[in-house]
C-alpha cells in the first residue's frame, strides 16, 4: 500500500511538473530544448560530463538559427541568446530589467559579496560609482611607473629562468607572477614577491579563488545550479569562500599606514579614505578588504589568461608578433623611448591582437542575467520584427560569448587568428569578452595596460616561438563559466 502511494505521489509531482513548469516555452511559442524530468536541460552537467558552459555552447550550435532558444535550468526556465542584438537588448536598452545570475550572500563569503560582479540594484550604483574612478584614464597614468618596476623584476626573472632551463619558459605562470605583483604594487602599495618567493603571496590568493581542481568545480557547479545548497554549504561563483590570508595582508597594510601616516593615493588609500568618510557599503573592515579584493579579481588571473594566450598566438603568427614590434619601436620613439600612457594609447594593432586573442579565447564564457521583472523581447524567429514575446519575472538569461565569438556568422573564418578584423568598429560592437553596458568590467582599462606592458617588456628583448613541450592544442579546461588554458602554455624565449 505504501509503495502505491509514493508512485502515485511521484507520478503526481511528474505530471505537475510537465504541466506547471515543462510547458512554458511550448505555451509562449519559443524553440525550446525538450527537458528530462526531473533534470530539465541539464542532466549532462549535474552527471559531469559537461560543464554549464558546454552545454549553452551545444544548445547554441544546435538553435542558432533562431535570435533565442528557450530550456530548463532545472525546473527553472531560461533563455539561451544567439543574436548580438537582443544581447544589448538585455545589457544595454533594458539593462534596469535584468539583474545578475548569481548572488553571493554576505554569510556565505563576506569578501566576495559586495563584488560589483554580484550586484544590483542602488547598492551596485553606489559601490560601482565610487570604485570607478579609480579606473580612469588620469588614474592609469599612474600604474605606469608601478609597471615598470615589475617590468624589471619579470624580466630578471625571465633571464634567470633561461639560464636554468634553456630557451623555454611557463608563460602560464610567468603571466600569473606579473599580474599579481602589478596589482598589489599598484592596488595596494605591497610587494608580493611574485618573482622572488618560492610561495608569493598573490599565487597564493589566485589559487584560492581558481576552480581547476575537481572539487573547486563541483562547488562551483553546486553554486549555480543549486543556489540554496551552495549557500548552506558556502559554495560561490569562485568554488569557495577566499581564506584570511588575503584580507589579514590588506588590514595589516591600512594599519601601518594609519599608524604611520604614510599615504600612496593608490586605489587601496582611497579605500580607506572613503571607509574614514564613513560612505555608505565602505564603512567597515569587511567592507574595505571586499572592495580590495575587487581589484585583485578582475586584475589577475583574468588577464594573465589573457596575457599568456596573447604571447602564445604570437609565436604562432611570426608576421603578427613582427607587426606588434614595429608598433612599438614607432611609439616609443615618439615619446623618447619612454613608457608613458600615450604611449600605450597609441598602441592600436597590439590592442587588436589583445581583442583577437580573447575572441578566441574568450575568459568569461558564459554571461547570465535573470529578469527582475517582467520584459518583452522580440520575436525568437528572424524576420517576425514585428511581434513579441513576454518573459516572466526570475527567468534566466544566458549568452554564450565563447561560441558566438567563434560563429563564422559574425566572424569570417573564426579559427583564423586575424587581429585586421578588429580595425574594423563594426566587428569591435559585437565583441564582448569585457562584457557590455553599464556593467562592463571595471577593470578593462587596468588590464589593458599591463598585457601592453608586459609585452613591450618581453618583445624588447625577445622574440618568442613555439616550444616542443606544446605537443597539443590548448583548449579550456572544465570550468563552468571561466576560461582555464589546458595544458601549460610553454614558450621559447630566443634573445634579439
Known amino acids: 500500500m505504501i509503495l502505491y502511494v509514493l508512485l502515485l505521489i511521484a507520478f503526481f509531482i511528474y505530471f505537475w511538473c510537465k504541466v506547471r513548469y515543462y510547458t512554458y516555452w511550448k505555451n509562449r511559442h519559443v524553440p525550446y530544448e525538450k527537458p528530462m524530468f526531473p533534470f530539465g536541460s541539464m542532466l549532462k552537467v549535474l552527471t559531469m560530463q559537461r560543464n554549464i558552459s558546454e552545454v549553452c555552447c551545444d544548445l547554441y550550435r544546435k538553435y542558432n538559427r533562431y535570435r533565442y532558444v528557450g530550456f530548463f535550468n ?113 592596488a595596494y602599495g605591497v610587494d608580493g614577491g611574485s618573482f622572488s618567493d618560492k610561495c608569493p603571496h598573490p599565487l597564493e590568493v589566485a589559487e584560492q579563488i581558481c576552480t581547476r581542481n575537481q572539487l573547486g568545480k563541483v562547488k562551483q557547479m553546486i553554486a549555480m545550479m543549486f543556489p540554496s545548497l551552495g549557500n548552506l554549504i558556502k559554495c560561490t561563483f569562485i568554488g569557495g569562500p577566499i581564506t584570511s590570508s588575503f584580507k589579514e595582508m590588506i588590514l595589516s597594510v591600512v594599519k601601518y599606514r594609519k599608524d604611520n601616516g604614510v599615504t600612496s593615493k593608490n586605489y587601496l588609500d582611497h579605500l580607506s579614505e572613503l571607509k574614514s568618510m564613513g560612505v555608505p557599503h565602505f564603512t567597515s573592515e569587511d567592507q574595505l578588504v571586499s572592495h580590495a579584493f575587487t581589484f585583485f579579481l578582475d586584475g589577475t588571473e583574468t588577464t594573465a589568461i589573457t596575457f599568456s ?116 568598429n563594426t566587428q569591435r560592437s559585437i565583441f564582448m569578452g569585457f562584457g557590455d ?39 579550456s579546461g572544465n570550468c563552468n563559466i571561466f576560461y582555464s588554458p589546458e595544458p601549460d602554455i610553454w614558450l621559447k624565449f630566443v634573445k634579439v
Open 309 to 424: 594566450c596573447t604571447l602564445l598566438e604570437l609565436a604562432k603568427n611570426p608576421a603578427v608578433q613582427e607587426q606588434v614590434k614595429r608598433e612599438m619601436e614607432r611609439s616609443l620613439k615618439r615619446h623618447s623611448n619612454e613608457i608613458t600612457y600615450d604611449a600605450l594609447q597609441e598602441l592600436d594593432y597590439t590592442e587588436s591582437v589583445i581583442y583577437e586573442t580573447l575572441r578566441l579565447y574568450t575568459v568569461i564564457r558564459l554571461m547570465g542575467r535573470v529578469c527582475l521583472e517582467d520584459v518583452t523581447l522580440p520575436s525568437p524567429f528572424f524576420g517576425k520584427d514585428g511581434e513579441h514575446v513576454r518573459i516572466s519575472k526570475g527567468t534566466q538569461i544566458f549568452m554564450p560569448m565563447e561560441e558566438m565569438h567563434r560563429d563564422a556568422t559574425h566572424y569570417p573564418n573564426p579559427t583564423e587568428f586575424n587581429p585586421d578584423r578588429f580595425q574594423d
Open 437 to 475: 553596458g553599464p556593467k562592463l568590467c571595471l577593470g578593462k582599462p587596468f588590464a589593458m595596460a599591463a598585457i601592453k606592458m608586459g609585452l613591450i617588456a618581453i618583445l624588447s628583448d625577445f622574440t618568442v616561438e613555439l616550444s616542443e613541450k606544446m605537443d597539443r592544442p590548448v583548449k
Open 74 to 186: 532545472m525546473w527553472s526556465p531560461a533563455i539561451l541568446v544567439c543574436d548580438p542584438e537582443i544581447i544589448k537588448e538585455v545589457l544595454i536598452r533594458q539593462f534596469r530589467s535584468f539583474g545578475v545570475w548569481i548572488h553571493v550572500p554576505h554569510n556565505v563569503d563576506r569578501t566576495l559579496s559586495l563584488n560589483p560582479f554580484v550586484l544590483d540594484g542602488e547598492v551596485w550604483k553606489d559601490v560601482r560609482g565610487k570604485l570607478t574612478s579609480q579606473f580612469t584614464g588620469a588614474k592609469m597614468k599612474n600604474v605606469i611607473p608601478n609597471m615598470v618596476h615589475v617590468n624589471g623584476r619579470m624580466m630578471d626573472y625571465i633571464k634567470g629562468q633561461l639560464r636554468e632551463s634553456c630557451d623555454e619558459i611557463n608563460v602560464g605562470d610567468l603571466s600569473l607572477k606579473f599580474t599579481g605583483e602589478s596589482v598589489y604594487h599598484y
